[in-house]
């Protein structure tokens, strides 16, 4: 009895085709679970990158709100310095527009008052202008000192080179 060899060949085609179509499946079940491995990996890092950035702009907003708190303070204290050389101006001109007490003094009338009066509004023009050069400068450094305080919320502090600015 011989075998014929097309029937082998057919035979091993077949067998071929069946191997190679397991294959596959197999393949393609290591493909949907390497796919659903993928997806979850990009699903964690999805999350773990948002709750750094929530932390992020937590930190960010917590320095803001501090430096708040201070500029409500400051712009206080500063109210209050501007209180105190308004007041200082107007005892300036209260003592100089007194009358005199001196019988002599008052002999020479109005214009011994005049380098009083002329102080006081010298004293008060500067207080003013004082004043707000202090606020422009106190703003300008508050804003510097709010932004270097995020920049350092949000880098690594092992690779920060010189924080002796603060």
Known sequence: MSVRPGLIVLAAALL????????GWLADEDL?????????AIAKAERA?????????????????ADRARL??????????????????????????APASDPAAAD????????????????????GRVAALAAAVDAARAAGLVCARAYDSLTDP?????????
């Open 108 to 127: 020479r009338g109005e214009t011994a008052a005049g380098p009083g009066l002329v102080l006081a509004d010298v004293l008060g023009r500067c207080g």
């Open 72 to 97: 409500a303070a400051r712009l206080r204290a500063a109210e209050s310095a501007r209180a105190a050389a308004d007041s200082l101006r107007d005892a300036a001109i209260a003592a100089a527009s």
């Open 158 to 166: 092992t690779t920060r080179k010189d924080a002796s600015w603060q």
């Open 32 to 40: 949907a679970e390497l796919r659903a491995e993928h997806a979850t």
């Open 16 to 23: 071929f085709g069946a191997g190679w179509a397991v294959r």
């Open 49 to 65: 990158a948002r709750a750094e950035e929530a932390a992020r702009t937590q930190r960010v907003q917590e320095i803001a709100n």
